[in-house]
């Protein structure tokens, strides 16, 4: 079983909220992830992190950010939510190396009214 | 374009019975592909990681198979259980980049009955 966090499991809050979604690993990982999930589609990358102090933008544009101080921890923050940042906010982190496999959090389902 | 395409969308089955699942994609060039099972609530949890030079992998009733001339591969579940009730995953990596880009595939949902 992996070592991977995820809080809170379930969010709902009203619009213009600011909200941080926790990660947190304890294997160690350099490489962390964060993707997006609606219902019955592909996950979409929005960041990821190759260690302390790296941050990049994914392949889905998103207006969250992340931060990545300590290399268990990788927080994703929306300044100011609204109802089309309702989704399913994955967490993942991996060892480096292509053929390494992510581990992934159990998410965290995001609902903005 | 990159693309990863499961089939069949979804799939029920009787509990005992055999299954397999079907993935075919479009990434190159290709660094690995990799099945996950996602239990409902639940984050994808990795089966199997397959490489160009493997053309097959087990992981307990999963086996994997991978034809990466016709871009290809496939998941046979033996023996299913109740608890494989799930969406299969189908991932491939390309080698374009130091992160190793990730394609996702939308899934393939299986329910087991009784």
């Known amino acids: 079983e992996a070592d991977i966090y995820q809080t809170p499991r379930y969010l709902v809050i009203g619009t213009g909220k600011k909200i941080t979604l926790e990660c947190s690993q304890t294997?160690?990982?350099?490489?962390m992830y964060w993707y997006q999930q609606d219902p019955g589609m592909e996950l979409h990358l929005i960041h990821y992190s190759y260690g302390v102090n790296s941050t990049e933008k994914g392949d889905l544009s998103s207006e969250s950010t992340v931060s990545r101080i300590r290399t268990e921890h990788f927080p994703l923050t929306l300044e100011s939510a609204r109802p089309s940042h309702t989704s399913q906010y994955l967490c993942?982190?991996?060892?480096?190396?292509?053929?390494?496999?992510?581990?992934f959090g159990d998410g965290t389902r995001l609902s903005i009214l | 374009k990159n693309q990863v395409e499961q089939s069949p969308q979804s799939l029920i089955i009787l509990e005992g019975k055999n299954c397999t699942l079907q993935c075919n994609y479009t990434v190159s060039p290709f660094s690995n592909l990799r099945w996950y099972k996602q239990d409902t609530g639940r984050g994808p949890v990795s089966l199997t990681i397959m490489t160009f030079s493997e053309n097959t992998k087990s992981n307990g009733r999963y086996t994997a198979t991978l034809d990466a001339d016709t871009k290809q591969s496939s998941l046979h579940i033996t023996a299913s259980q109740l608890s494989d009730s799930a969406s299969y995953i189908c991932v491939v990596s390309d080698r374009g980049s130091t992160l190793g880009r990730l394609y996702f595939g939308r899934g393939t949902q299986l329910t087991v009955w009784p």
């Open positions: 993942a982190s991996s060892h480096g190396g292509a053929n390494q496999p992510q581990h």
């Open positions: 294997m160690g990982h350099d490489k």
